[in-house]
């Protein structure tokens, strides 16, 4: 299969992860409809590193929009991690 075209929104797992966070992409079932097993895998590994930077980053807590903007991003990436757990699960991939 080389040569084939990512069907990954963001044409790779860190554009698309990046494009959820965000807000760009909404994300349900069927956006990983096409995707491989690895590439499900792959979207999962910048999910979880992408998560991991946000968790680390503390705005000042007097920067309210700041805040808002870091919990809105964790909730985005933690849902559609989510999503992507269930969909492994249920369709066995």
Known sequence: MRGAMSKMIGGSAYGMVQ???EGYVLVTERSFKGMAAH?????????????????GEQPPADDVQ???????KIQ???SC????????KRFRV
């Open 19 to 21: 494009q959820i966070a």
């Open 39 to 55: 590439d499900l895998q792959q979207v999962l590994f910048e999910l979880e590193k992408h998560l991991r930077t946000l968790r």
């Open 66 to 72: 700041a805040v808002q903007a870091r919990h809105r």
């Open 76 to 78: 985005r990436l933690t």
């Open 81 to 88: 991690r989510m999503l992507i757990q269930n969909y492994r």
